[in-house]
């Protein structure tokens, strides 16, 4: 007999791991922005980043709402939300250490919760 609260918090725990992720990839996009409005308000010149580089930022952005979304969905314990977190969480795999670390951490979760009822 399994235990459907146990079941229910692996998954949980998976969307509130998701949600540490995005809130530390939130820090990661507002420091570069701090940064290049530093730069640009220090010299006398303007210097404009690489034409790739908003275009890499808004996915990164697309990315962290992805994520947040997705916790939000395991959070409130949703069927759909566990192939999208499964997603994000092999995409987290790149971003070593922190986010290889987290992506583990929310691969296993999801896979000890996923049978259930």
């Known amino acids: 007999m399994k235990d459907n609260t146990a079941i ?3 998954t949980q ?3 509130h791991l998701l949600s540490i992720f995005s809130w530390v990839l939130i820090f990661i996009i507002f420091t ?3 940064s290049i409005l530093a730069v640009d308000t220090m010299s ?3 210097e404009k980043p690489n034409s790739d580089f908003w275009p890499i930022m808004m996915a990164f952005v697309g990315y962290v709402v992805l994520c947040l979304w997705a ?3 395991l959070r409130l314990h949703q069927q759909w ?3 999208v977190a499964g997603f994000l969480a092999v995409l987290a795999l790149i971003a070593f250490p922190v986010g290889t670390v987290l992506g583990l951490f929310v ?3 999801l896979k000890k919760g996923w049978h259930e009822q």
């Open 107 to 109: 691969l296993s979760y």
């Open 81 to 83: 939300a566990r192939y």
């Open 71 to 73: 916790a939000r969905g």
């Open 8 to 10: 229910k918090s692996n």
């Open 44 to 46: 006398d010149e303007i």
């Open 32 to 34: 570069i922005f701090a």
């Open 13 to 15: 725990n998976a969307g």
